[in-house]
């Protein structure tokens, strides 16, 4: 009798974890780090992820009448942590995953076509994914690394010229920060200029007098930053702290949200960042979050999240994710989509500025399409300066060195494909 | 040649050419030096007493200075959230006392160093539940800790101070001398000698050995409180900060894992050697040199002088 029932326990539990795994809500799960050095940073990206779906369940019930299902996974920014977040999900039906980290991608990249669920990186991750028919399940929208440093390398030429420039490049010592050297070492003959390396390793993130003494002595005209979480603010105050001209450095678009210069405030004036998303509270997206999530207490986050940098760009890395599950749903004709749908999705999307109005993000990103081919999109950033309280928007749209961009993407692309025997290719129309 | 050249001529071209640059390092490393000694000493005094490394010291550091700033960001004004850290910390030091280390009397040193390790986790979980994960500034001008800079031109160029940094190595001078005439001069001080020396033979003249860990283990997170306070108005006060609490350990070999001055000594060997190397001899080796050079010295001194440079030789008889 007791084994009947625990058979039959077993056996019910069985179903209902099955039927929860294949029906029902769309799962977006999210890989986030709200502890670890990376905390301040990675806080604001869950926040603007995780607000701008439960929007979407609040104000619309979901994507065409589905609810979504977003789960955060705790990584601490450590792969380990990340491939097992993954794991996790695996038979779960999760629509994408969103790494928001380039260890934890490089670590999940090969496994994406077995499991059939894409990844989306938006704006870090693999730079090569940009390549769409060598990576047919990663895509990192809107932009990559690559293309973003010649965009900045383009604003150091329309304000200097970039002949005879020392740039110093100041990174996190990981596959993050070391993603755009081969930009540099392409591009510094090609245009006349030197550069020079300063890694900082994850440890010494918060105590870099040594590289800035460095600096002092290789005295560069431009300095560049790849740096996230406690690296940022603490390379702005040693470049203080050093007497280094901060309106002759420039961060990525990682390192350089309020976070970072926020607690520096008005001895941080002039530094610069890349960015691809405009700050304020002003859109009717961000809008609409504050009115269905933070207001009704909702979230996890203040009433100081909405607006900021990373927030923003979060809100617009959900957006994405939403309209890609919308477009797969209106291509299969399936409410309840898979991961193989998620991926049509992704390379079918319309988000032109018509889209983006109703979506209520006109004038805080730029328009981006679908692509089989192009997995990056349009790869434009532009340059927004700290005013001592606020960043301000200093430039137009800065188109990367596309031929150069496109030429060095082709070529990774290609060299990681021969590095991994069997690696799946599609071919686009 | 050109690598001996590297080695042997350029760096020392470029101190003569940039003298400034020189004395600019040596400052910012004996600032570092004095910080690092500031969290060697924590450690040397728990070693002192208990014969333990304590591996959850560098935690202390972080949750020192996230309990002041948070004490002051619920409008306690900043001395007296000093005050209520401290009697935080008292009251921990008694808890460690009466949950680990009373049971743990007289069992292996691998014990009561893996009973540290878990205290360190336990910590990092409750600050991080209580605090949240997210950087904190630190509350230096509000505690009157004067900020701002000024440059000392110099052969055609310029050194440059923070009166923070200055605030920092002065206090640390005052925090060592303090703590010097405290562990000479006062009964407390010798009965933390004797325990160091012999537990058994300093608890059979009567010294409490309970009452001696707990003042250790409080006197350890005053340390940490300082040390939280000056590392954290340099960058951020986030849990990044323990990590640098490692950088101890180097500081220990080389100092000696006894001795007060030899924390204080180890600390600017480790300080100015680094940043000194780390510029001039760096870019031979792609720089990020400065995370292992302490470590490299360390070994040195494991291979030659295991006991440091002014730590208790350890003679054993067979």
């Known amino acids: 009798m007791k084994k009947t029932i625990i058979s039959a326990f077993v056996a019910v539990s069985t179903l209902i974890t099955t039927v929860g795994m294949s029906f029902?809500?769309?799962?977006?799960?999210?890989?986030?780090?709200?502890?670890?050095?990376?905390?301040?940073?990675?806080?604001?990206?869950?926040?603007?992820?995780?607000?701008?779906?439960?929007?979407?369940?609040?104000?619309?019930?979901?994507?065409?009448?589905?609810?979504?299902?977003?789960e955060e996974c705790e990584t601490g920014y450590k792969a380990e942590k990340g491939v097992e977040c993954y794991e996790s999900y695996r038979g779960k039906n999760p629509l994408v995953h969103t790494p928001n980290s380039t260890g934890i991608t490089l670590q999940i990249l090969a496994k994406a076509p077995e499991d059939k669920t894409p990844i989306l990186t938006m704006g870090y991750g693999l730079s090569a994914a940009a390549k769409g028919e060598t990576f047919p399940w990663a895509f990192n929208y809107p932009t990559s690394y690559f293309s973003q440093m010649t965009s900045i390398l383009k604003y150091i030429d329309s304000q200097t010229g970039l002949k005879d420039q020392k740039i110093g490049f100041i990174f996190l010592e990981s596959g993050y920060g070391r993603e755009p050297i081969p930009v540099l070492e392409q591009l510094a003959p090609k245009f006349g200029f030197e550069y020079f390396l300063l890694p900082v390793a994850g440890k010494d993130a918060q105590n870099q007098s040594s590289h800035w003494l460095t600096v002092r002595k290789e005295k560069p005209d431009w300095m560049i930053m790849w740096g996230w979480g406690v690296m940022n603010p603490t390379a702005v105050k040693a470049a203080i702290k050093s007497r280094y001209p901060l309106d002759r450095f420039v961060g990525n678009w990682w390192s350089a949200g309020d976070v970072d210069l926020g607690p520096?405030?008005?001895?941080?004036?002039?530094?610069?960042?890349?960015?691809?998303?405009?700050?304020?509270?002003?859109?009717p997206a961000v809008q609409d979050v504050i009115k269905y999530v933070v207001s009704k207490g909702i979230t996890k986050t203040g009433s100081e999240g909405p607006g900021t940098v990373l927030y923003n760009r979060a809100l617009w890395n959900a957006a994405l994710i939403a309209e890609a599950i919308k477009t797969a749903q209106d291509i299969t004709g399936k409410k309840e989509i898979t991961g193989e749908d998620m991926r049509i999705g992704l390379e079918n999307f319309v988000l032109d500025e018509a889209r983006l109005k109703e979506l209520g993000f006109a004038g805080m990103v730029a328009p981006i399409v679908g692509s089989c081919k192009d997995h990056e999109g349009a790869g434009a950033a532009f340059i927004q300066q700290w005013d001592g309280s606020k960043w301000v928007k200093i430039t137009d749209a800065i188109d990367p060195m596309k031929d150069i961009a496109q030429e060095m993407l082709t070529k990774a692309a290609a060299q990681y494909a021969s590095n991994n025997a069997g690696w799946t290719t599609q071919t686009c129309k | 040649m050109d690598l001996l050249t590297g080695i042997f001529i350029t760096p020392f071209a470029e101190m003569i050419g940039l003298p400034d640059l020189f004395f600019q390092a040596l400052w910012d490393g004996f600032v570092s030096g004095t910080l690092y000694g500031l969290i060697a000493l924590g450690f040397v005094l728990i070693f002192k007493a208990s014969g333990v490394f304590n591996f959850a010291q560098p935690i202390l550091v972080?949750?020192?200075?996230?309990?002041?700033?948070?004490?002051?960001?619920?409008?306690?004004?900043?001395?007296?959230?000093?005050?209520?850290?401290?009697?935080?910390?008292?009251?921990?030091?008694?808890?460690?006392?009466?949950?680990?280390?009373?049971?743990?009397?007289?069992?292996?040193?691998?014990?009561?160093?893996?009973?540290?390790?878990a205290l360190s986790f336990i910590i990092i979980g409750a600050a991080q539940w209580i605090f949240g994960g997210r950087p904190s500034s630190m509350i230096h001008k509000e505690l009157g800790i004067p900020t701002g800079s000024f440059e000392w031109p110099m052969f055609g160029g310029?050194?440059?101070?923070?009166?923070?940094?200055?605030?920092?190595?002065?206090?640390?001078?005052?925090?060592?001398?303090?703590?010097?005439?405290?562990?000479?001069?006062?009964?407390?001080?010798?009965?933390?000698?004797?325990?160091?020396?012999?537990?058994?033979?300093?608890?059979?003249?009567?010294?409490?050995l309970n009452q001696i860990w707990v003042i250790v283990w409080f006197v350890a997170g005053?340390?940490?409180?300082?040390?939280?306070?000056?590392?954290?108005?340099?960058?951020?006060?986030?849990?990044?900060?323990?990590?640098?609490?490692?950088?101890?350990?180097?500081?220990?070999?080389?100092?000696?894992?006894?001795?007060?001055?030899?924390?204080?000594?180890?600390?600017l060997m480790i300080g100015i050697?680094?940043?000194?190397?780390?510029?001039?001899?760096?870019?031979?080796?792609?720089?990020?040199?400065?995370?292992?050079?302490?470590?490299?010295?360390?070994?040195?001194?494991?291979?030659?002088k295991p006991q440091g440079l002014f730590g208790d030789k350890i003679i054993e008889r067979v």
Request: aromatic share 12%.
């Open chain 1, 264 to 283: 520096i405030g008005e001895a941080g004036k002039g530094y610069k960042g890349a960015t691809f998303n405009a700050t304020g509270t002003d859109f």
């Open chain 1, 24 to 70: 029902g809500d769309l799962l977006v799960p999210v890989m986030t780090y709200r502890v670890g050095p990376f905390a301040a940073n990675g806080t604001q990206n869950a926040n603007g992820f995780v607000d701008y779906l439960t929007m979407l369940n609040e104000r619309d019930g979901g994507i065409n009448g589905v609810k979504i299902k977003v």
């Open chain 2, 62 to 117: 972080v949750l020192a200075a996230l309990a002041l700033i948070s004490f002051y960001k619920m409008g306690v004004p900043a001395w007296i959230s000093v005050v209520l850290v401290l009697i935080m910390f008292y009251g921990l030091a008694w808890l460690i006392e009466r949950l680990i280390l009373r049971k743990l009397v007289n069992t292996d040193g691998n014990i009561l160093f893996m009973s540290t390790v």
């Open chain 2, 222 to 267: 005053v340390v940490a409180l300082v040390t939280g306070i000056f590392w954290g108005a340099r960058s951020d006060v986030s849990f990044a900060l323990q990590i640098i609490g490692f950088k101890a350990l180097p500081v220990l070999i080389i100092g000696g894992f006894t001795s007060v001055p030899g924390a204080i000594v180890g600390g």
């Open chain 2, 273 to 304: 050697g680094e940043k000194i190397f780390e510029i001039y001899w760096g870019p031979l080796l792609g720089s990020g040199v400065e995370g292992w050079f302490a470590y490299f010295i360390a070994l040195g001194f494991l291979l030659f």
């Open chain 2, 158 to 208: 310029g050194v440059y101070f923070d009166l923070l940094d200055i605030s920092a190595a002065v206090v640390a001078v005052i925090l060592i001398v303090c703590l010097g005439l405290f562990f000479s001069r006062t009964k407390i001080g010798r009965g933390l000698r004797a325990v160091a020396d012999d537990h058994q033979a300093a608890l059979s003249v009567g010294i409490s």
